[in-house]
Each structure stands twice: as structure tokens, then as C-alpha cells.
């Protein structure tokens, strides 16, 4: 077979398979009819924000005998000797934490940076992290949006 004939065949072969691969494919492909998007349900953005205190919403009392308040785990920290005892000095969270755990605070004092902090615990562990599972670990339940500039900030509130 000529070399004229070989390309010619070959061509006629790539045609035929690309048509019979269009045509599977238009099975499994419709043009024109794209699926709808939809928009995630992302709390402060796109559904009501119920999180507007931040950490407090969350780590509450939800009865005599759970107790998820941070105060209540400061202070069981500060019995075991793991924290200092700073009852007194915080009234609202984690805006009063970043006394110590501010990024430029941690380096002086030698304590954890509270972001990589509560970013390992709320963010690792997979489906054995109650914020994962339960909360999607959605970033808006600790972090709003300012929507006119972009910018994130931390929630805080009172402890209730």
C-alpha cells in the first residue's frame, strides 16, 4: 500500500472513530442544557448568620452536665497547672485571648498564635471533629465578612 493510501485510510479510520465517539458521548453530554447551579449555604454570605458571637455560640452550657464554655476549660486547664488562671481578665472571646496569642504576642510570651490554634482544632481530625461533622467547618461560624472590603475579622462576644 502506498504511503498516499496509508494516510488516507488512516484519516478515514480517526474520522469514523471520532464520529462514533461523538455520538457515545452525546449520551452522556447534552449541549445546551447545563445543570443549574447552586448557591452553598454559607452562614454571614449566603443564609442568616446564627454564629454572631463567634466561639461563645457554640461553647456554651448546654446543661448541668455539659458544660462547653472556654471558662469552664481555662479553668480546669489552670487546675491541672496548663494554663494561667485569667478569670478575671477575660470578658469577652477570643478577642480578650489575643492578650497572649496574637501572632506578635505569642513570640514574646512563648505561647501558641491563636489562629494555627483553633484552626488545628476545629479543622483536623476529619469525621471525628464535632466542627466538621456537625458545622461543615464553615469558616463563617468564627470569621465575618466585611462585605464592603473584603477583609475578615474574628468574632468574639460574652461568654453566656
Same mark, same amino acid.
Request: with cysteine.
Given at each position: 500500500m502506498g504511503k498516499r493510501k496509508r494516510r488516507?485510510?488512516? &484519516?478515514?479510520l480517526l474520522a469514523a472513530g471520532m464520529m462514533l465517539l461523538l455520538l457515545r458521548g452525546m449520551a452522556f453530554v447534552t =449541549?445546551?442544557?447545563?445543570?443549574? &447551579?447552586?448557591? %452553598?449555604? +454559607? %452562614?454571614? +454570605?449566603?443564609v442568616d448568620d446564627v454564629h454572631v458571637n463567634g466561639c461563645v455560640d457554640c461553647h456554651r452550657k448546654a446543661? %448541668?452536665?455539659?458544660?462547653?464554655? +472556654?471558662?469552664? #476549660?481555662?479553668?480546669?486547664? &489552670?487546675?491541672?497547672?496548663?494554663? %494561667?488562671n485569667v478569670e478575671d481578665s477575660i470578658k469577652t472571646i477570643p478577642g480578650d485571648c489575643l492578650t497572649c496569642h496574637s501572632e506578635s504576642a505569642a513570640k514574646m510570651m512563648g505561647t501558641e498564635p491563636l489562629a494555627s490554634m483553633l484552626h488545628r482544632f476545629h479543622l483536623?481530625?476529619?469525621?471525628?471533629?464535632? =466542627? +466538621?461533622? #456537625?458545622?461543615?467547618?464553615?469558616?463563617?461560624?468564627?470569621? &465575618?465578612l466585611n462585605k464592603d472590603t473584603g477583609e475578615f475579622s474574628i468574632k468574639s462576644g460574652k461568654e453566656q
Amino acid at each position: 500500500m502506498g504511503k498516499r493510501k496509508r494516510r488516507v485510510t488512516l &484519516a478515514v479510520l480517526l474520522a469514523a472513530g471520532m464520529m462514533l465517539l461523538l455520538l457515545r458521548g452525546m449520551a452522556f453530554v447534552t =449541549f445546551g442544557q447545563e445543570e443549574e &447551579a447552586t448557591v %452553598p449555604e +454559607i %452562614p454571614g +454570605i449566603t443564609v442568616d448568620d446564627v454564629h454572631v458571637n463567634g466561639c461563645v455560640d457554640c461553647h456554651r452550657k448546654a446543661d %448541668p452536665e455539659k458544660d462547653y464554655r +472556654i471558662s469552664t #476549660n481555662l479553668r480546669e486547664l &489552670a487546675e491541672k497547672g496548663k494554663h %494561667p488562671n485569667v478569670e478575671d481578665s477575660i470578658k469577652t472571646i477570643p478577642g480578650d485571648c489575643l492578650t497572649c496569642h496574637s501572632e506578635s504576642a505569642a513570640k514574646m510570651m512563648g505561647t501558641e498564635p491563636l489562629a494555627s490554634m483553633l484552626h488545628r482544632f476545629h479543622l483536623l481530625g476529619g469525621e471525628e471533629n464535632h =466542627f +466538621i461533622t #456537625n458545622d461543615r467547618g464553615q469558616c463563617t461560624h468564627c470569621h &465575618a465578612l466585611n462585605k464592603d472590603t473584603g477583609e475578615f475579622s474574628i468574632k468574639s462576644g460574652k461568654e453566656q
